[in-house]
């Protein structure tokens, strides 16, 4: 067999930027944040229906922009009138019996894969920052890009700062991250479900299309992606080529 190289070494950050709904986590995030919600009394039955048959919808066929997009507003707006410090907590509720036991482990140890290799591990998800934010706390991973509610006074206007981060948006936060950092976004990496997220992936130069939707399933075999099936000989496959491609920077974690 020929000998295999490793990677040339980056001497600028590289990032991994990794969707959560059906990609990190079966389902959608912003259906946890209702079902918690509810369960503390801030929406009620009717809201929990539309929030189920939304989540329903999702494991089913995919993400739809229009559907998806009025769940996730209603979502939002279930934090007005509440403090910062109420909607952490309801968080960490949500990771506690919602979330972690919902999480792809083989997925998260490839997310680990690309830490090791010195690259920073972005969460870019639609779901309120503060859920990305606590997912990315948790799993060692680097930070988060979500959508923002403006709070005043430490209180939740209910009001978007910005758009939801969908579709393009995320692909407008993404570069605006890397330009910050001044990461090499051709050596980046990109990995999620939905055609939605088409933005996105075109964004770097290493872009995976993770139990893609039709879709995206369709745009990905006409330019050649690589597609990842969330099951666990896939996802090592996807680990052992992130050893063996990926571009290392320096050493362990770059914040």
């Not at 590289?14 to 389902?27: E, H, I, K, Q, S």
């Not at 559907?67 to 507003?73: K, L, Q, V």
């Amino acid at each position: 067999m020929p000998e295999e190289h490793p990677a040339t070494p980056s001497e600028r950050p590289v990032v991994a930027f990794f969707d959560v709904d059906n990609t990190l986590m079966r389902g959608t995030s912003v259906f946890h944040v209702g079902r918690e919600a509810w369960s503390h009394g801030i929406i009620g039955w009717r809201d929990i229906a539309l929030f189920a048959w939304h989540q329903r919808r999702f494991i089913k066929v995919g993400e739809n922009h229009e559907h998806m997009g009025s769940a996730r507003e209603r979502a939002l707006g279930l934090v007005a009138g509440h403090t910062e410090n109420q909607i952490r907590a309801l968080a960490e509720n949500i990771w506690d019996h919602r979330i972690k036991p919902r999480l792809w482990p083989e997925t998260v140890a490839l997310a680990h894969e690309h830490i090791a290799k010195g690259h920073q591990v972005w969460v870019v998800s639609a779901t309120p920052v503060e859920v990305g934010e606590l997912i990315a706390r948790k799993l060692g991973l680097t930070g988060a890009l979500g959508t923002r509610v403006e709070a005043v006074d430490g209180v939740y206007t209910g009001r978007l700062v910005g758009s939801v981060l969908h579709a393009e948006h995320k692909a407008v936060a993404a570069r605006e991250l890397a330009e910050s950092i001044g990461a090499d976004l051709a050596a980046s990496w990109a990995y999620s479900d939905s055609r939605n997220d088409i933005p996105l992936l075109e964004l770097v130069g290493n872009r995976v299309a993770v139990n893609p939707d039709a879709g995206l399933a369709r745009y990905a075999a006409e330019k050649g992606w690589p597609t990842m099936r969330l099951d666990h000989a896939s996802i090592k496959a996807q680990q052992k080529r992130v050893r063996r491609e990926a571009k290392p920077v320096g050493r362990g974690r770059r914040d």
